[in-house]
């Protein structure tokens, strides 16, 4: 990052999260080395910040069930693809997520 350059601070709205992707798999099962083209959108990422959840009928925010630094499989074509910082990431609902990764 440029001297003096601030970094980027996102706060997602309501229900959505900021997921960090994680890198595209390398190499197949098999070994073999994927050239750039053949390689697929990840569905892997870690949360990086989340909204305050959805507001409620009664004028409540409803609990998000994930948080910050959660790792989560989501869908395919899940969310909108973002640049922060360098940095490829992917604004969602979290309805979109599929599943926290329990380690």
Do not use: H, W
Not at 4 to 13: A, H, N, T
Not at 59 to 65: H, I, K, V
Not at 69 to 94: L, W
Request: include cysteine; hydrophobic fraction near 35%; aromatic fraction near 2%.
């Amino acid at each position: 990052m440029a001297k003096g350059k601030k970094k980027i601070e996102i706060r997602p709205l309501d229900d959505r999260v900021l997921v960090e992707q994680c890198e595209a798999e390398e190499r197949t099962a098999g070994g073999i080395v994927l050239p750039d083209t053949a390689k697929e959108k990840p569905q892997r990422g870690i949360i990086r910040a989340v909204g305050p959840g959805k507001l409620l009928d009664s004028g409540e925010r409803g609990a998000l069930s994930v948080k910050v630094g959660n790792e989560v499989f989501y869908g395919k074509y899940a969310g909108s693809e973002v640049e922060i910082d360098g940095e490829t990431m992917q604004i969602m609902r979290e309805s979109d997520i599929l599943a926290v990764i329990e380690k």
